[in-house]
Every structure is written in structure tokens, then in C-alpha cells.
């Protein structure tokens, strides 16, 4: 054995026997369901575990099958991922049900090139699915695993630049296709049954082949809960001995992602207009950022927040009486620093510079899905003084 095979399978051995005992106990682990696999890696995509959780929960009692997913009304898919945000995520997730159901019978995919072939779906989250779901030795690279790998191996190149990437691809393929490998079969039986929850013979004989499933699940929860992007626990590190960059002292310019982009400040103003009981409101169209989802009218603007009350006068032929301050919302998106002032307008008429707006009661609002900055602007608006 070359002295790479010899640190991949030192690395297999020790990440697998690690995460029998560290793993977090999280619902998809306790399924093989390729459909609750699938709605978990969509939803985790650039959105933390723990926001997650009631998220998946809610999701699967609504919509607990594929069939179900695909029938949903636009309405109801954005309602239940309302606050998970990138929306684009869920649309595709319904377009992947309905070519299931229409291509495949229903039955989710057991192919990689055909999970693959799913809207939605990269080489990353298919690789996941089909390791989590159906335990083939498909390899899986994202930012967590980006990390464990540059490290463990001493990589200093850009895991963007495109040699780099294959190299990481295959450091990635390497480790799940030794975890495969019948050499792991010592490590296999120390691996508790996650799914079943006991250590009952069936269970054992069970985990013994879930091992590419393990392996990959291994990676991403070293990264998330030791090999972290700041105050890696190096010491805790389950292959810390096989660390270059622990080695070498490199942990901290490990990954080498280059110069991050500048984040750009923008700024928003919104009308909160009420009238016997309702709210003006509107729905964005298709093809922008957060289509379909609901919010307050609003408009982009340059300046300071003294300026916000003269733009609206300006804009909308509000005299500055009818507008009073009501929230500022900060929030991130992407590289975008975002800053949304709403402000109460008491307006007798609707401005005619307002198009395509609804007046919707509290009741009618609470069943529609906004962003994340208008819910806490309805918030705001509807609370008891």
C-alpha cells in the first residue's frame, strides 16, 4: 500500500470509529427515506442545522411524500419555507417532484447520474443523497468538507481554482471508496445503529453497511463541530495526527478561498399604509430575488435616513404629516448589506405610484409567506401598543 492509501485508510478508521459517538442524533439521520434525505440537504444548503430542524419537521408531516410535494400549491410550498430564505431552492425542489413522479413512477432515483439530472440538484447534494440514502460510495465536497480536506491534506492552492477542486474531488472519492472497501470491516462493527437506535443484532448487521453513509456524514460534522472556520478544536481532532496543517502550524490560512468580495450597502423604504382594518400589501413577480413571496411596498433608494421621509413625499405624494417611523430592519444577503426603514403612511388614498398592491387583513397575512424583513415589519405594524 502506497503511503496515500495508508493515510486514507488511517483517516476512514479513525473518522468512522469518531462519529459512532459523536454524532449528532438529528431526525434525517433516523431515515433512509431518499425523500427526507433530499427536503434535509436542500434545506441545510447555506442554512445552519438548527434552523433546520422544525423546518424538516414541519415539511415532511405537511408534504410526507414525493406525490404530495409535487401536487402543493405554490402558496403553500413558499408558506412552509417561509424564513428559510433563497426560495429559488424550494421551486426546484417542487419541479424535481413532479419530474419524479412523471419520469420515475414516484419513486426517488436510485442513480446518481439520475439524481443528478434533478432541477436543484449539483454534484455535491446528489453525492449526499445517494452515500446518506442508498450508501453508494459517491463522494461529496462542500464548504465543510473544503475545509476538513485542505487541512488534513495540506493544501494551500484555491479549492475554487479548477485543478484544485479536482484534486479535492478525489481526495473525497478516495476516502468513501476506502470506507466501501472490505479492509473496514474491523472499524464497521464499532459503529452504532443511528438510524435504529439500539445495538441489537439485526442493527449491528445493519450499520456494518452503512459505512460510505457514515464517512460522508463524518466529514461534514468534523467541519461543523471541530474543524471550524475560527478556533478549530484541534486537540479533540479525531485525525489530528494526519493533519498537515496541524502539523505544520497552518490550521488558521487553511482553506486559502482568496479575497473575499466587498460587501455592498443597500438601502430600502417601506409604506405601511392601514385602512379599516387592512394592509396594503403585494406579491413579487416571477424572476426576482424572493418571487412570489409576499411584502410591504417598497422602493430602492441612495441616502441617509433623513432622506427616507422626503423620498416617500416626493415619491408617492405623501405630505410629511401622513408618515410617521414604524422599524428598521438590518439584514444580510449574500455580499448585500441590507437596510429596510418602514414607516407608517396615513394616507386617505392609495398612491397611484402603488401598483399591483392587495388590502389584506391580519388574518388573510399571517397566511401568506413574506420575507423575512416584511414579517418583522407586519410584526411591528400589527402589535398591541
Known sequence: MTSHGRKISIIVEHLLAWFSTNARDLPWRRTHDPYAVWVSEIMLQQTQVKTVIPFWERWLRELPTIEAAAKASPAKLHKLWEGLGYYTRVRNLQKAAQMIVTQHAGKFPERFEDVLALPGIGRYTAGAICSIAFNHPTPILDGNVIRVLTRVFGIAENPKEKATNQQLWQLAQDLVTEAASAKN????????????????PSSKAATCRRTPS?????????????????????????????????????????????????????????????????FLVRQRPAGVVNAHLWE??????????TGARKILEAEFGLAASEISPLLTVKHSITRYRITLEAFRVQAAKTPPAIRGALWKTPSQMHRLAFTS???????????SP
Open 185 to 200: 470491516l474491523g472499524v464497521r462493527g464499532h459503529v452504532r445503529a443511528l438510524e435504529l437506535g439500539d445495538m441489537s
Open 214 to 278: 457514515h464517512l460522508n456524514q463524518s466529514l461534514m460534522e468534523l467541519g461543523a463541530l471541530v474543524c471550524l472556520p475560527r478556533n478549530a478544536q484541534c486537540q479533540i481532532c479525531p485525525v489530528n495526527k494526519s493533519c498537515a496543517a496541524f502539523r505544520e502550524d497552518r490550521v488558521d490560512s487553511l482553506p486559502n478561498l482568496g479575497q473575499r468580495a466587498a460587501a455592498t450597502a443597500r438601502h430600502f423604504v417601506a409604506l405601511v399604509m392601514e385602512r379599516d382594518g387592512h
Open 296 to 305: 410591504f411596498p417598497n422602493m430602492e433608494i441612495n441616502g441617509s435616513h
Open 373 to 383: 424583513a416584511h414579517r418583522k415589519v407586519f410584526a411591528a405594524a400589527t402589535k
